[in-house]
């Protein structure tokens, strides 16, 4: 039995595709401990992982700044007693804290992989934040110096500790042909999985009043207050030969919404999985995490990013030819009808559709994670 240590910061992209990673050891016989913030606590436990809070956790606006710091101290004072670390990428100190610690460390991508490129990508496409720290070299150098001191980095600088200071085995939740720049990310380092789909406690939904096609809209959990994206949505496509499921999140009062047409439904949240697995569309914000389980159900996409990796991410998506995007400003309802109107019709957004829903599906997933990394362990 190992004894396996795993980090993640309190940001759900990140930490809902490590979940069944966790359940995946135990259910292999292994002991895993989860350390993360407090609200985390009844997912992970419920994974059969011990749930550890970060050392000195206060509620309040700047808690998911400080979890850096409050990740690195717990990792640092508990991880010499486990065989291994498995850390988020978000979490940038991992492969330093276990080098000092002595243990073998390993890397999860909930986003793409990442090297010099898909940074620079990100500083030129990405959202505010992104485009902040990655296309300003001298801002990005003034931000790493004390991160690097206060994290023990190897390298003084942000860029070169993501990229080179890396383990020996990454794993990334998509399949080699989503990732941008796919062939600079060597085999014997980098595997892609897929999408991490296994096991979801989901209410059912009743699909009975909803006929084909159905059209589902989500812009996710963290930049979802976007009313007059929905109401644009609701314009669109009311009254129209198709069933509309959206999910607007629990920080819009549906009342904003005004009056809706008999084909659409909406609620604050619904088990997206099971819709994705009847829908004959997705209109997302382009998380990568949706995007993936679009992929894995083999959805076409038509995606409007609202910030982050997001407007990467959706490019790749038309790159790939798989969907189309569209941009949040400016955006009109014609558009919207011309955009998923042609995503309907045009049969070879679909079929390339399901050819990643092929490759999805026989990646591996977590079951591959955790045994290159239990093997990893034996050698």
């Given at each position: 039995?190992?004894r396996i240590?795993?980090?993640?910061?309190?940001?759900?992209?990140?930490?809902?595709?490590?979940?069944d990673?966790?359940?995946t050891?135990?259910?292999?016989?292994?002991?895993?401990?989860?350390?993360?913030?407090?609200?985390?606590?009844?997912?992970?436990?419920?994974?059969?992982?011990?749930?550890?809070?970060?050392?000195?956790?206060?509620?309040?606006?700047s808690?998911?700044?400080?979890?850096?710091?409050?990740?690195?101290e717990?990792?640092?004072?508990?991880?010499?007693?486990?065989?291994?670390?498995?850390?988020?990428?978000?979490?940038?100190?991992?492969?330093?804290?276990?080098?000092?610690?002595?243990?073998?460390?390993?890397?999860?991508?909930?986003?793409?992989a990442?090297?010099?490129?898909?940074?620079?990508?990100?500083?030129?496409?990405?959202?505010?934040?992104?485009?902040?720290?990655?296309?300003?070299?001298?801002?990005?150098?003034?931000?790493?110096?004390?991160?690097?001191?206060?994290?023990?980095?190897?390298?003084?600088?942000?860029?070169?500790e993501?990229?080179?200071?890396?383990?020996?085995?990454?794993?990334?939740?998509?399949v080699?042909e989503?990732?941008?720049?796919?062939?600079?990310?060597?085999?014997?380092?980098?595997?892609?999985?897929?999408?991490?789909?296994?096991?979801?406690?989901?209410?059912?939904?009743?699909?009975?009043?909803?006929?084909?096609?159905?059209?589902?809209i989500?812009?996710?959990?963290?930049?979802?207050n976007?009313?007059?994206?929905?109401?644009?949505?609701?314009?669109?496509?009311?009254?129209?030969?198709?069933?509309?499921?959206?999910?607007?999140?629990?920080?819009?009062?549906?009342?904003?919404?005004?009056?809706?047409?008999?084909?659409?439904?909406?609620?604050?949240?619904?088990?997206q999985?099971?819709?994705?697995?009847?829908?004959?569309?997705?209109?997302?914000?382009?998380?990568?995490?949706?995007?993936?389980?679009?992929?894995?159900?083999?959805?076409?996409?038509?995606?409007?990013?609202m910030?982050?990796?997001?407007?990467?991410?959706?490019?790749?998506?038309?790159?790939?030819?798989?969907?189309?995007?569209?941009?949040?400003?400016?955006?009109?309802?014609q558009?919207?009808?011309?955009?998923?109107?042609?995503?309907?019709?045009?049969?070879?957004y679909?079929?390339r559709?399901?050819?990643?829903?092929?490759?999805?599906?026989?990646?591996g997933?977590?079951?591959?994670?955790?045994?290159?990394i239990?093997?990893?362990?034996?050698?």
């Open positions: 039995m190992k240590l795993m980090v993640n910061l309190p940001f759900s992209g990140h930490t809902n595709p490590t979940l990673l966790a359940r050891f135990v259910g292999l016989g292994h002991e895993v401990t989860y350390i993360h913030s407090p609200a985390w606590r009844d997912k992970i436990e419920a994974t059969g992982a011990t749930f550890v809070p970060y050392d000195n956790y206060r509620a309040g606006k808690a998911d700044i400080k979890s850096w710091a409050w990740a690195y717990t990792v640092k004072r508990i991880g010499k007693d486990f065989d291994c670390l498995v850390y988020e990428m978000l979490f940038t100190a991992g492969k330093s804290l276990a080098d000092q610690l002595g243990l073998p460390s390993f890397r999860l991508f909930s986003t793409f990442l090297n010099e490129q898909v940074l620079s990508d990100f500083g030129r496409t990405g959202g505010f934040y992104l485009t902040l720290i990655f296309r300003f070299p001298i801002l990005q150098r003034l931000l790493s110096r004390p991160l690097a001191r206060r994290f023990a980095w190897r390298y003084a600088d942000m860029v070169r993501m990229v080179d200071n890396a383990p020996e085995l990454n794993f990334v939740y998509t080699k989503f990732q941008v720049y796919p062939d600079q990310f060597p085999a014997e380092h980098y595997h892609f999985v897929g999408p991490s789909i296994g096991h979801r406690t989901e209410s059912d939904f009743d699909f009975s009043n909803f006929p084909d096609p159905i059209v589902y989500s812009l996710g959990t963290l930049l979802n976007s009313p007059d994206f929905f109401k644009k949505c609701i314009q669109a496509f009311g009254n129209q030969k198709l069933s509309v499921i959206m999910s607007v999140g629990d920080k819009i009062d549906v009342k904003e919404l005004g009056n809706l047409p008999d084909n659409i439904f909406l609620a604050p949240f619904l088990p999985l099971q819709i994705l697995e009847r829908a004959s569309l997705f209109i997302t914000h382009g998380g990568m995490n949706s995007v993936n389980e679009a992929l894995y159900y083999g959805v076409p996409m038509l995606v409007v990013p910030g982050n990796d997001q407007p990467r991410v959706a490019q790749q998506v038309a790159d790939v030819h798989v969907g189309k995007r569209l941009n949040k400003r400016g955006l009109t309802v558009q919207l009808q011309e955009a998923a109107g042609e995503l309907l019709e045009d049969k070879s679909q079929k559709a399901q050819d990643f829903q092929n490759k999805c599906q026989t990646a997933g977590n079951q591959k994670i955790a045994q290159l239990l093997d990893q362990l034996e050698v």
